[in-house]
C-alpha cells in the first residue's frame, strides 16, 4: 500500500479483556517498529522487527504484551489482560534500509 | 537524565516570524537525527533528518546539527498558523535502530 495502514482507529476495552492491534507496512519495508505514545509525551518505543524476526523488545512495559510479524509483513500487538494504563495511542512505523520511518495513524486504545 | 530532551513550551511565535525549536540528546555517539511534526490527534510525520553537523535547508525549515554540543535545532522561517503543532526530535543512538524521542515542543504561530 501507500502507507502504513493500522486497526482498528479506535479500541474502547474493558479492564481485563485482551486486544488485537494490526499494522500493515508499507510494502517492501522490512523493518517495523511499535511504540506507544501518552497524551502529551512523545512515542515510546515498545518492539522492532526485521522481517519476521523480533530482534528488540525491550520496550514491551510487561509480559501482557505481545509482537508478532509471521510472515514478515503483517503485524500484530496483543494486549493480555487490559489495564487503565495501557490507555494510550499505539504507533507503528516501517522503514526502509535507505532510511526514513513512515508512522500509521495509530489505533487509540481506551480501557475503562 | 533523559535521553532525548526539550523544552515542552508552548513557544508562541508571530506569523512571519522565525521559530527556533531545539534539542538535547545524551548519546554522544548518535549518528541520525530526525524532526517531525504531529498535529493534535494525528501521527508524527517526518519534515528533517540530518546526518553531518552543520546546516541542512529544505524550503522554510532548516535543521541544524551540533554534535560537540549535542545538540540539534529547527528553525522554521516565515512561520504560518498551519505550523502550529508538537515538533518532536527524534535520534537513533550511536548502538540502535529504533528512535529516541523527546517529549515534543508544542509551537503556536498567531496570525
Known amino acids: 500500500g501507500a502507507g502504513v495502514s493500522q486497526s482498528p482507529r479506535y479500541k474502547v476495552a474493558k479492564r481485563g479483556q485482551d486486544v488485537a492491534l494490526r499494522c500493515d507496512p508499507i510494502?517492501?519495508?522490512?523493518?517495523l517498529f511499535w511504540y506507544q505514545q501518552a497524551l502529551g509525551q512523545g512515542p515510546e518505543f515498545l518492539t522492532y522487527?526485521?522481517?519476521?524476526?523480533?530482534?528488540?523488545k525491550s520496550g514491551l512495559p510487561s509480559d501482557r504484551f505481545f509482537a508478532e510479524r509471521p510472515e514478515g509483513s503483517v503485524s500484530t500487538l496483543k494486549i493480555q489482560r487490559t489495564q487503565q494504563e495501557d490507555s494510550a495511542v499505539y504507533l507503528c512505523?516501517?522503514?526502509?534500509?535507505?532510511?526514513?520511518?513512515?508512522f500509521g495513524s495509530g489505533t487509540r486504545l481506551t480501557v475503562v | 537524565q533523559k535521553e532525548v530532551e526539550q523544552n515542552s513550551g508552548p513557544l508562541s511565535v508571530p506569523e512571519g516570524a522565525i521559530a527556533s525549536l531545539n534539542c538535547t540528546y545524551s548519546?554522544?555517539?548518535?549518528?541520525?537525527f530526525f524532526w517531525y511534526r504531529q498535529y493534535s490527534g494525528k501521527s508524527p510525520e517526518l519534515i528533517m533528518f540530518?546526518?553531518?553537523?552543520g546546516d541542512k535547508e529544505d524550503g522554510r525549515f532548516t535543521a541544524q546539527l551540533n554534535k560537540a554540543s549535542q545538540y540539534v535545532s529547527l528553525l522554521i522561517r516565515d512561520s504560518q498558523p498551519s505550523d502550529s503543532a508538537t515538533y518532536l526530535c527524534?535520534?537513533?543512538?550511536?548502538?540502535?535502530?529504533?528512535?529516541?524521542f523527546g517529549a515534543g515542543t508544542i509551537l503556536r504561530v498567531k496570525s
Open positions: 540530518i546526518y553531518s553537523n
Open positions: 527524534a535520534v537513533i543512538m550511536e548502538y540502535g535502530n529504533k528512535l529516541v
Open positions: 548519546d554522544r555517539g548518535s549518528q541520525s
Open positions: 512505523a516501517s522503514s526502509h534500509p535507505r532510511g526514513g520511518y513512515t
Open positions: 510494502s517492501g519495508h522490512v523493518s
Open positions: 522487527f526485521q522481517n519476521e524476526a523480533q530482534l528488540d
